[in-house]
Each structure stands twice: as structure tokens, then as C-alpha cells.
């Protein structure tokens, strides 16, 4: 269904739109006639997306640096585990 403007007036619309990630998506709209043929000439929009895809990075990137982060400490507690085990090559049974 169509947009009726009349003469001398402007009209507000809303259109539902999808944007897949964060950059701009420009698009071109054209208005036309009752019968069909363009009226002056294509405008050019921008869409953006809501912030909900810029959130969505800040998860990820928390989400990346605390694994980063657990893998590292993991690492560290292992290997200071191995060390803590061994004992000097001397150190037992040289009570003389």
C-alpha cells in the first residue's frame, strides 16, 4: 500500500528496517506518482543499527580478555605447581 501526500503537506513515516553489524548502510529512496512514475529525484538515506550490536562487541571483547585472562592464570598455577613438587636432587636424606 501506498503513501498519499497531498498537495502542500508533509508526511512523517516510519519504516522498518534491518542492519546487520555496526557500519552505515546508505540507501536511495524515490518518490513516485499515483501512476507509478518517479517524482523528482532519489534521496539518499543512512541507516544505522541500535546499539545492541555495539553492547554485543563490548560482550565479546570482555568475554575474549577474561578467557585470556583465566587461560593465563591457569598456565601459571600449573607451572608453579610442577616447580613447587620437585625438590633439589640433594636435599633428601643428607642429614650427615
Partial sequence: SGIRVDPGKKVSVDLEARVIGGEELRVAVQLLTPA??????????SLVS????????WVVAVAFIAL???VI??????????HSS?????S????S
Fill in 36 to 45: 507509478g512514475a518517479r517524482y523528482g529525484a532519489p534521496a539518499t538515506i
Fill in 86 to 90: 620437585r625438590t633439589p636432587s640433594g
Fill in 92 to 95: 633428601i636424606g643428607d642429614a
Fill in 50 to 57: 541500535t546499539a545492541y550490536s555495539r553492547a554485543a562487541g
Fill in 73 to 82: 592464570i591457569g598456565i601459571t598455577r600449573r607451572i608453579r605447581r610442577v
Fill in 68 to 70: 585470556a585472562a583465566f
